[in-house]
């Protein structure tokens, strides 16, 4: 038996996990990467990959990870003890380093343009002062850097703390006051005048946009916005007690992660068309739109404020989860370790995403195989790194993993039927990888 600490609950778990998939990848690259990508039929391909490849997905992390109940790369040690499998943990390690570190880019901006409207220094600008006043904000280096470090502190302590008193707490209070704001939002987008286009642009789609790289982006964003393939739910699912139901967590997981994607689109694309704005904004849509748009709205300041607060959580809640993967390894579960391995390697990421906040101000003119640092970081960890952990966790589970034991695992504290195991098994064996390779190939020729 191991010694690690566990969630006190079952929902504790749902909403912690749920906390790591909601993030930056349902609220802020969704809607720029659908409105790029012809609205509704990015939405359909992402809904289907969710449901084939990622919820499949996150049920073979959970009995990875509940089977060894050890960390990342301790609990492919367990299950294939001598073998080199350990190294998709150490892939995941990699992975998720170099992802907060941008990630944490965007937690900064996030907390900066927070102080501004608190402060009143969003109100009444035109359209054009509000893309001015965001280019000004990520180029200078001092508030970006700076904001950057906040976002990391605030990370690093919540990981100090624990599973319980960290992790746990903070997601009970967060996740909720998450959804709760999100529907006040979703509430004055769809009732502003003209929001109609913005309805029928999610949800109608446009066929003539969809290439190969809209279905690599599609499949990446799957994954990314469920946080498969780097082994953060291998690390959140060694916390769950062997009396918890993982197939109903998985679903609900997913269930909430569609809910808010939708969510997102709700408030986002509704505000853009009735306000006469471009839905192919890109990664600026929601820090240069989204104030235009607000500040035409009665209380708009109010409302824009809310929608950072949300964002910030979900942004949050997500980092938590990226630096808990490697401290876990690094700290086997001993509580003294975790401080000081938090510390190390949340001021290390820090310091690695550097160039990339840099890179929209002193650093934008470098561009590496024609992107900048920050979008390279970001392509790299989802469209390369993610599928590759993917496809390895996929042949784990099925080729290396007991089908016999698996089904054990899966049963327990549940009422799993074998043709559901069966389903499960037969999509992470064949469907899964396969569909992988097809994407990644295809994307790769074209
Ligand atoms: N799921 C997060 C998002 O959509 O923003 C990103 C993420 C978090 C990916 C944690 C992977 C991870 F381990």
Do not use: C, H
């Not at 720029?32 to 359909?44: D, E, R, T």
């Not at 690390?235 to 609900?252: D, I």
């Not at 160039?355 to 392509?379: E, H, M, Q, T």
């Amino acid at each position: 038996m191991s010694q690690q600490e566990q969630f006190s609950t079952r929902l504790g778990f749902i909403l912690s996990a749920a906390g790591s998939a909601i993030g930056l990848g349902a609220i802020w690259k969704f809607p720029y990467v659908a409105g790029q990508n012809g609205g509704g039929a990015f939405l359909i391909i992402f809904l289907l990959f969710t449901v084939i490849l990622g919820l499949p997905l996150l049920l073979a992390e959970f009995s990875i990870g509940r089977t060894a109940q050890k960390s990342a790369v301790g609990s492919f040690k367990a299950i294939a003890p001598g073998t080199n499998w350990y190294f998709i943990g150490v892939l995941g390690m990699i992975a998720v380093f170099i992802m907060l570190s941008f990630y944490s880019v965007i937690g900064g901006w996030i907390i900066t343009y927070f102080w501004k409207v608190i402060s009143g220094q969003l109100s009444g600008l035109t359209e054009a002062e509000y893309g001015i006043l965001f280019a000004d904000t990520v180029a200078n280096p001092v508030i970006s850097i700076g904001a950057q470090l906040l976002f990391m502190v605030i990370t690093i302590f919540v990981i100090t703390r624990g599973v319980q008193n960290g992790i746990e707490k903070t997601n009970k209070i967060m996740m909720p006051a998450l959804f709760i704001l999100f529907i006040i939002l979703v509430v004055r987008s769809i009732t502003l005048d003209g929001a109609s286009a913005g309805v029928s642009f999610l949800f109608q789609p446009d066929l003539s946009k969809v290439t190969s790289n809209t279905i690599l982006e599609a499949m990446g964003q799957s994954f990314f916005t469920l946080s498969v393939g780097v082994t953060g739910m291998i690390t959140y699912s060694a916390y769950l007690s062997k009396e918890q139901n993982m197939p109903k967590s998985a679903l609900s997981i997913v269930a909430m992660n569609i809910m808010v994607v939708i969510l997102a689109g709700l408030v986002i694309f509704p505000a853009v068309f009735a306000f006469g704005m471009e839905p192919d904004a890109g990664p600026v849509l929601l820090f240069n739109v989204l104030p235009t748009i607000f500040s035409q709205m009665p209380f708009g300041m109010l409302f824009f404020a809310t929608f950072l607060v949300v964002f910030l959580f979900a942004t949050l809640t997500s980092a938590f989860s990226m630096l808990e993967i490697i401290v876990a390894v690094l700290s086997k579960g001993n509580p003294a370790k975790r401080k000081k391995w938090a510390w190390i390697i949340g001021l290390a990421i820090f310091l690695f995403g550097v160039p990339s906040a840099l890179s929209f101000g002193v650093l934008s003119d470098i561009s590496l195989f024609g992107k900048s640092i920050f979008d390279l970081a970001d392509y790299t960890v989802s469209n390369v790194l993610m599928p590759i952990g993917a496809l390895q966790i996929s042949i784990f589970v099925s080729f290396k993993m007991k089908k016999s034991a698996l089904y054990e695992e899966l049963k327990r504290g549940s009422n799993l039927k074998y043709g559901v195991f069966q389903a499960w098994f037969f999509l992470i064996r064949y469907v899964v990888p396969v569909l992988i390779i097809v994407v990644m190939v295809d994307a790769i020729s074209k």
